[in-house]
């Protein structure tokens, strides 16, 4: 498959969490950068069109864009999303605690901790599947601690996310296969805030909220900030 068929691929799929779309479409810019260069910001820009919410799409293109070898650099960042320790991190650190990832207000007053999954964590703050913005509020409303489970890509800096949330509020452009085959990634994610977010769980650990969202580890590309 040519590259640039394996990336439509990746950019139409509904089938994969944000960790498995960042490393496909990694495979995929290496195998490009290797064959045609000069297309790899366009394919990027495709990328972060069709799945605007997903963190490592826009960690990958932002590595791959600034790197001086652009195959190496998309290879290394694959690697880092398949190997991902921050669940285990994670279990680690509630180990002991009642933890709920699912569930009403019962189940949420009675825990420890709740735990959010985000696809993009930001200074302004996160995106998250829109199906767990009830479970969010829920923590918030009877006060149990809230700590998000992002990942390796998650963290964007500011200028980052401010593209990523303008992408995100506009339209994808039409896709070529009919409409009732292919998942709406803008219409299941929602933008909220960190309100009463404690900790960020990431591949170096659990930290504190304000240590995690100020330390992201990609580049802010002018090509992917810019309007295109």
Same mark, same amino acid.
């Given at each position: 498959?040519?590259?640039? !068929?394996?990336?439509?691929?990746?950019?139409? @799929?509904?089938?994969?969490?944000?960790?498995?779309?960042?490393?496909?479409? #990694?495979?995929?810019?290496? !195998?490009?950068?290797?064959?045609?260069?000069?297309?790899?910001?366009?394919?990027?820009?495709?990328?972060?069109?069709?799945?605007?919410?997903?963190?490592?799409?826009?960690?990958?293109?932002? =590595?791959?864009?600034?790197?001086?070898?652009?195959?190496?650099?998309?290879?290394?960042?694959? =690697?880092?999303? !398949?190997? /991902?320790?921050?669940?285990?991190?994670?279990?680690?650190?509630?180990?002991?605690? +009642?933890? &709920?990832?699912?569930?009403?207000?019962?189940?949420?007053?009675?825990?420890?901790?709740?735990?959010?999954?985000? /696809? *993009?964590?930001?200074?302004?703050?996160?995106?998250?599947?829109?199906?767990? +913005?009830?479970?969010?509020?829920?923590?918030?409303?009877?006060?149990?601690?809230?700590?998000? @489970?992002?990942?390796?890509?998650? *963290?964007?800096?500011?200028?980052?996310?401010?593209?990523?949330? &303008?992408?995100?509020?506009? $339209?994808?452009?039409?896709?070529?296969?009919? #409409?009732?085959?292919?998942?709406?990634?803008?219409? @299941? @994610?929602?933008?909220? /805030?960190?309100?009463?977010? +404690?900790?960020?769980?990431? $591949?170096?650990?659990?930290?504190?909220?304000?240590?995690?969202?100020?330390?992201?580890?990609?580049?802010?590309? $002018?090509?992917? &900030?810019?309007?295109?």
């Amino acid at each position: 498959m040519h590259p640039i !068929e394996r990336l439509r691929y990746v950019a139409r @799929s509904g089938w994969g969490g944000p960790a498995s779309l960042g490393a496909e479409a #990694a495979y995929a810019l290496a !195998e490009l950068a290797e064959q045609e260069p000069a297309a790899l910001l366009t394919a990027c820009r495709r990328l972060l069109e069709r799945n605007p919410g997903c963190g490592p799409l826009w960690w990958v293109c932002a =590595r791959v864009l600034c790197a001086g070898d652009a195959w190496a650099e998309a290879a290394h960042c694959a =690697r880092l999303l !398949e190997d /991902d320790p921050t669940e285990q991190l994670l279990e680690v650190e509630l180990y002991g605690l +009642r933890a &709920v990832r699912h569930g009403g207000v019962g189940e949420v007053a009675s825990a420890d901790v709740v735990v959010v999954a985000a /696809d *993009v964590i930001g200074p302004a703050g996160m995106v998250i599947d829109a199906g767990d +913005r009830g479970l969010l509020e829920a923590a918030r409303a009877v006060g149990t601690d809230i700590w998000v @489970s992002g990942g390796v890509g998650r *963290v964007l800096p500011a200028r980052l996310w401010q593209a990523m949330s &303008v992408r995100l509020q506009s $339209p994808p452009r039409p896709s070529r296969t009919a #409409a009732s085959s292919w998942f709406d990634p803008v219409a @299941s @994610s929602a933008v909220v /805030d960190l309100q009463a977010v +404690r900790k960020v769980a990431g $591949p170096t650990g659990v930290h504190e909220s304000p240590f995690s969202v100020s330390h992201p580890d990609c580049p802010e590309p $002018p090509e992917l &900030v810019a309007r295109w």
